[in-house]
């Protein structure tokens, strides 16, 4: 296969940059869920009170990791598609729908933390909206509505519970046994499991996350429209945004936090009502974080670092399922899974992205897009009925 048949248009190097920024940052989080059983991820009691160093490892991840890099990808996301709007539906369609075949073979064949068939799902309902939107602003004003019609059904879904855990918040010994068995297993049983949680995930997606999603993708396509992601304002701008934006994120979050801690993580009161602080908090910080990497990026630029994490962004697809591919290798098949704990596994995680940067500048260094990006566009203009020889992005 020929690579360079299907080079992509010159690129914006910033926004390759955040995307690495971001798939890195999303493995803070992941690596618990790799390493722990599936009710870890959001509760550090899941097997009662947790110790301090537990307890505070999950503080600094949850103030500073969880739900800001998938709210910054989820932006880019968007982004991403006011930037293929020009390619035209039948093409955008098909982009998405090979995106939703790609998470539903992750999500039941390899691991079930999946966020690709989300994304693609929310991205076939939204990028109509994008395409649609005359002003820039319209696109702001909904994305922030439908960001806050979701924060509030989980508000609303906190109130109507009757604070009875479930396995998935509170597993008994056997759920836990159980599950330790299908994950080192692997094969069909596996497979079987899952599908159950893909399922429950689905319906999460359709009643509540969904509308986050689509949300903070409006967002993001408002940002690019309006030049704020092609990076038009001058450092010193995006400098004092992050400069504001990150600490009030900090202090709406930090209550919730503290009072999580002190109700020990009660499912009605964690599982619920004290996430919608995160919930609010969480996109102001993503952008915060866009803004440090827009402001500081004249030096950046510059640095091998930069240049590293833009090769990493620009193999998004490819980086995040070599996440998986590592990850599901280390604690299943070598059965490393609940032999550490959260801060513990945090170590992995240098070690991983030293694989991702790696990876990313050897196979850059002969081809123009990772594999995964190349084949993703490669079935893309498969099936718009377009050859793969054109120059596309």
């Known amino acids: ?159 109507m519970s009757h604070g009875e855990p479930g396995n998935f918040w509170q597993p008994g010994a056997a759920e836990l046994q159980y599950e330790k068995f299908w994950k080192l297993q692997g094969g069909v049983e596996a497979w079987r499991s ?45 400098r004092r945004l992050a400069a504001w934006m990150i600490p009030l994120s900090l202090l709406i979050q930090l209550p919730g936090v503290a009072l999580q801690w002190q109700v020990n993580w009660d499912y009605r009161w964690s599982g619920f009502l004290l996430q919608v602080p995160r919930e609010l908090g969480a996109p102001l910080q993503a952008i915060g974080y866009l803004a440090l990497i827009y402001g500081f990026w004249p030096s950046l630029s510059h640095s091998r670092i930069g240049y590293g994490l833009t090769l990493v962004g620009r193999m998004a697809l490819s980086n995040y399922l070599l996440q998986t591919l590592i990850c599901t290798t280390l604690f299943y098949r070598f059965g490393l899974y609940q032999q550490f704990d959260r801060l513990q596994l945090l170590a992995f995680v240098p070690l991983i992205w030293l694989v991702n940067f790696l990876f990313s500048k050897l196979w850059l260094h002969y081809f123009t897009q990772g594999p995964m990006e190349w084949l993703w566009r490669w079935l893309t203009a498969l099936a718009a009925g377009e050859r793969a020889q054109q120059n596309a992005n």
């Not at 409006?218 to 001058?234: D, E, I, P, V």
């Open 194 to 238: 899952r599908l159950d949680l893909l399922s429950s995930n689905l319906l999460a997606i359709g009643a509540q996350y969904g509308w986050q999603l689509a949300g903070l993708m409006l967002f993001g396509a408002g940002l690019m429209r309006s030049g704020w992601l092609r990076n038009r304002y001058t450092p010193a701008h995006y």
């Open 1 to 159: 296969m020929n690579h360079h048949e299907t080079a992509p248009l010159p690129r914006i190097a910033t926004l390759d940059c955040a995307r690495g920024i971001a798939i890195l940052g999303i493995l803070l989080m992941n690596i618990s869920a790799f390493g722990l059983p599936k009710a870890a991820y959001l509760n550090p009691a899941f097997l009662g009170t947790p110790s301090a160093r537990d307890a505070w490892a999950w503080v600094w991840l949850d103030l500073f990791t969880q739900a800001k890099f998938l709210a910054m990808f989820a932006l880019l996301f968007g982004a991403s598609l006011q930037l293929l709007l020009h390619r035209g539906k039948v093409w955008i369609r098909a982009r998405l729908s090979w995106l939703v075949l790609f998470g539903l073979g992750h999500a039941i064949f390899l691991w079930d933390g999946d966020i690709l068939l989300a994304y693609g799902l929310i991205g076939l309902v939204c990028w109509r909206m994008i395409r649609d939107a005359k002003e820039t602003i319209t696109l702001l004003k909904t994305g922030v509505m439908l960001y806050l019609i979701g924060v509030a059904i989980l508000l609303l879904l906190g109130f």
